[in-house]
């Protein structure tokens, strides 16, 4: 019968670890009972339209809502005219008795609800203009005035306005497979975005009594029907943004001659309204990849400035399968342009700005546009569009196809403080990669938030990580997002909220979701079984609408990565990381039992007690062992482990047989409630370091404690959890043994 050795481990030096208090109370949430329980409670239970696997399944559908629109920008009034011819294609098993259509520009109408669903306070210090505004002039004649809708035959169709959705009462219900084709003729005047807010309007510049207009919801937009929500149609409170078709556009956006304009889609008159040489500068900015061409010059839009012309030109877009248009406009715009080389093809990276913005636009807004879609793009699909655009516009941040508005400007000197510089490089990556998500990748913005702001900031972060610059990221990495998820409970949601529910937007919308992929890419999954599964789900879902259970279900599918335990964490519920060290205990090698053993039982092997000779590890009696004690595991001082080597190690495996001599048992406790590997580092006596790596699956049987017994040749003098800081883990004085003494603030 083979001789089975047998290590006993006895406590030699109890070196506990000290337990502090911990930051906030122990947080347990709504799922305590069993965190890596499966999610069939939370998911929706797939079916035809959406598979089990996270990809489209084989009955998914998706309408279309093809647009022909015509526009008119009265630049001295401030206000925007226009009429439109929408066909609407049911694609979908459903017989429709109305249409849904989207007014959003009604959130800033007199009679929007918006303001009144706000608490208020009086502010005892007020600047005169906020005064006067709240409380002596009359609130602003904005939103929608719908002139008519009509069928294809320009019979009235019968509609009503509720807020901010219009429903067009069919007058025979769709079928499925049948277009329906309506127009509409409206008009509203434009805000001023800078003193009534919104996402769109225009920036007045006092010097020059121009203006610079980026126009967006400004037209009735189809809502979303799906196999989801039926009709998605929310109203637009403010802060959820929007969920729209695809489709196809053709717009025609007559302005003031000497505006410069900038548009979703290609333009498709560019001889009509470009001079000579500027066509000469587009043609030449086709071919340049190294650095943007400038094509209306700062002299040119200086002396376009001064002109006010009466007379009208009208620019042409054409755009194929996008979900919404935007447009950029104005007499003070400089224009560059650069050519982007992909892996499949070549676009465009365009920036239009003031004079106000120079140097820092025309020295870097193009080239991060180009960086941006690259980098995108290696992590998700090659850019489908023939170009984005990067508009100045101060104070704002707002994207969408192809066109994106972004603030950060130099001082009236020119200078550009690297706060601002960084700021407005970051609001460009983001806006610009909110092509990806969610103009490509459509997610429902008006129910889930995070699966634009949060998959695009942690997009944002990858790629400003990628220039190489050490870019200072606002949002990413796992350290910054501990203050919020400290914080108090009573102000946290979970990430699977709507967003106008939510207390700390920012936080919860863009930071936590993007920390969590952070995490999953860096610390738990790999980069390798990341990237993979991030773009399976991105190629599975462009051009198509995805919900949260798909995009969960895709990581897991391409992966082979259990996460439901942290999607349950970390999007579900607002459990927080706390992971601490609870105590340290260190033992050495004897050839004798010692007193510590009296109550230690031999455990029963297989075939009954183990007997015979032993190996014992027994503690020591001083936080220091006695030199003389310390003993490595020497096969010739303990003869039924000589033996069990020489009957069944081979000759390399004798002489590759490690020789420890130090004995640590580590536990490890969780205060918080949210599931995570535990990531430790081991420093020896000579100030070298080892790191271990221990999966979210060893709190499975223990949602409290987890140990761990570490077999050393060298003394350890410092155990440290996360000393990268991967994990959020929100109080770091319980991660280190021995304990270290915090400084104080002066100090």
Known sequence: MKKIALLLLFPVIALAQEKPATVAPKQ?????????????????????????????????????????????????????????????????PDTLEYLWVQLDQNQQAKTSQTPLAESQRIDQVLPTEKFASDYLKEKPDRGFHIEYVKDVKGAP????????????????????????????????????????????GYEAFEKDDNKIYVIAQFYPRMAVYNDVEG??????????????????????????????????????????????EQLKRYELAQKTFDKPVVIVTQEEA???????????????????????????????????????????????????????????????????????????????????????????????GMEYPMICWNF??????????????????????????????????????????????????????????????????????????????????????????????????????YGKPATGLNILRETIMGRELFDHAFKVYANRWKFKHPTPEDFFRTMEDASAVDLDWFVRGWFYSTDFVDIG???????????????????????????????????YLVSGQNTEVNPKDKKALKIEDVKLLSDYVDQNLSAEEKANMKAPKYFYEVTFNKPGGMIMPILVELTYEDDTKESFKYPAQIWRKSNDTARKVYATQKAVKKIQIDPKLETADIDVTNNTWPKQEEKSKFE
């Not at 067009?168 to 001023?192: A, C, D, E, Q, R």
């Not at 637009?236 to 943004?241: A, C, K, L, M, V």
């Not at 960084?422 to 609001?427: E, H, Q």
């Open 28 to 92: 347990t949430g709504r799922y305590d009972t069993n965190k890596f329980s499966q999610m069939y409670d939370l998911l929706a239970t797939p079916n035809m339209y959406r598979s089990a696997s996270g990809a489209p399944g084989p009955a998914y559908y998706q309408q279309q809502a093809d647009y022909k629109i015509d526009i008119e920008l009265d630049d001295k009034n401030s206000k925007l005219m226009g009429s439109e011819t929408v066909t609407y294609t049911n694609n979908s």
């Open 302 to 396: 200086t002396a376009a400035e001064k002109g006010f012309s009466d007379k009208k030109k009208t620019w042409k877009f054409s755009a194929k399968n996008v979900r919404d248009f935007g447009i950029a406009s104005s007499r003070k715009f400089i224009f560059d342009a650069m050519a982007v080389k992909l892996s499949t093809k070549t676009v465009m990276a365009t920036s239009v700005y003031p004079k106000e913005a120079n140097p820092l636009w025309g020295e870097t807004s193009t080239r991060t546009v180009a960086h941006t879609l690259k980098s995108y793009s290696s992590h998700t699909f090659d850019y489908p569009y023939p170009k984005a655009v990067s508009v100045s516009a101060e104070d704002q």
């Open 157 to 200: 169709l019968s509609y009503t306005i509720n807020q901010t959705m219009m429903r067009i009462n069919l007058p025979v219900p769709m079928k499925p497979g049948t277009k329906f084709t309506f127009s509409t003729k409206w008009w509203y005047n434009i805000n001023n975005y800078r003193k009534e807010g919104g996402r769109s």
């Open 408 to 509: 950060g400007r130099p001082d009236e000197n020119g200078v550009t403080s690297e706060q601002v510089k960084n700021g407005m490089i970051g609001v460009i990556i983001h806006e610009v990669g909110h092509n990806f998500f969610p103009m490509i990748v459509n997610s429902d913005e008006r129910q889930w938030s995070w699966m634009d702001e949060g998959l695009n900031t942690f997009m944002q972060y990858m790629a400003e990580q990628e220039m190489g610059t050490n870019f200072p990221s606002r949002r990413g990495p796992a350290k910054n997002i501990v203050p919020y998820m400290s914080g108090d409970q009573k102000f946290l949601e979970p990430i699977m909220s709507n967003s106008e529910t939510i207390y700390q937007f920012g936080n919860n919308a």
């Open 231 to 276: 009709w998605q149609n929310m109203q637009f409170w403010g802060t959820g943004e929007f969920a729209l078709p695809f489709g196809n556009f053709d717009v025609n956006i007559t302005v003031p001659a000497d505006h410069i304009i900038e548009a979703t889609g290609e333009l498709t008159n560019r001889a009509e309204v470009f001079t000579p």
């Open 581 to 615: 060290l609870e105590d340290v205990k260190q033992y050495y090698v004897s050839e004798t039992a010692t007193s510590d053993l009296k109550d230690v039982k031999v455990r029963r092997g297989r075939f009954g007690t183990e007997k015979g000779p032993f190996v």
